[in-house]
């Protein structure tokens, strides 16, 4: 039986790039899609938001002169175009998906409402929500943890380049140690750089638990949901 019934599953941008230097690697993007497939087959509800880091990033950008709320719009739009790159990667796997977004754009997606997308989940369809929150100054990880909370996921399930939480960041630091499980209190205490702050409070407020692992070694998706103890559990 899988460990949870319904997930968020958060993606990053960045991770998109792949070996490349910037925009979506075919090979990533496909090896994500047949991961979901996975774990959508052992009958896992399935909710997705990715960032749109490998294409632009809004405060990146208004640091370099962009208006800061057309910059995160411009964020938003990114993030647009990866849930398209992924729901074409999931109908080739042929996994029923929806996308659904924070601003209108139809027929791009459909407008996003929390009833909405847990009706499209019950139907057996994975759900990828884009742009953001739809409103500037919130991250994509903010986003997520709005969207775990809205759908009454189980889990968010954050899918990064490293296997959990360090103690430090260990692609710097090579004494770095993790931790199996950590509470959110203890985070904001040591100042770990998980999620942006509102992100954090906003899942220990709601008691949204994270799983944080490393979503580019394939197969590891489906560890997760079989509860094999591969990265760092977050909880209140």
Not at 6 to 25: A, N, T, V, W
Not at 55 to 84: C, E, H, P, W, Y
Request: aromatic fraction near 8%; charge should be negative.
């Amino acid at each position: 039986m899988p460990r949870f019934k319904r997930i968020l599953l958060k993606l990053s941008g960045e991770s998109l790039m792949g070996k490349q230097g910037y925009g979506i690697d075919p090979e990533r993007l496909a090896d994500y899609a047949r991961q979901i497939k996975e774990v959508h087959a052992m009958g896992v509800q399935i909710g997705i938001v990715i960032g749109g880091g490998n294409i632009f990033r809004g405060l990146s950008g208004a640091t370099k002169g962009f208006d800061r709320v057309k910059g995160d719009q411009m964020g938003m739009l990114a993030t647009v175009i990866n849930s398209l790159a992924l729901s074409s990667a999931l109908t080739t796997e042929g996994v029923a998906n929806k996308v659904l977004t924070a601003i209108r754009m139809e027929p791009i997606g459909e407008f996003y409402s929390k009833w909405k997308a847990i009706e499209e989940m019950e139907a057996g369809k994975v759900c990828i929500f884009s742009a953001g929150t739809g409103s500037p100054y919130f991250t994509t990880d903010t986003g997520s943890s709005l969207r775990g909370v809205e759908i009454e996921a189980d889990v968010m399930l954050k899918g990064t380049r490293v296997d959990g939480i360090y103690t430090a960041d260990p692609e710097k630091d090579p004494t770095a140690v993790k931790f199996d499980d950590i509470t959110y209190d203890e985070i904001l205490a040591r100042g770990l750089k998980v999620m942006d702050l509102s992100a954090v409070v906003m899942c220990n407020d709601n008691h949204l638990p994270i799983y944080v692992f490393n979503m580019d070694v394939v197969g590891n998706l489906k560890k997760v949901i079989d509860g094999e103890p591969i990265g760092t559990y977050v909880h209140s």
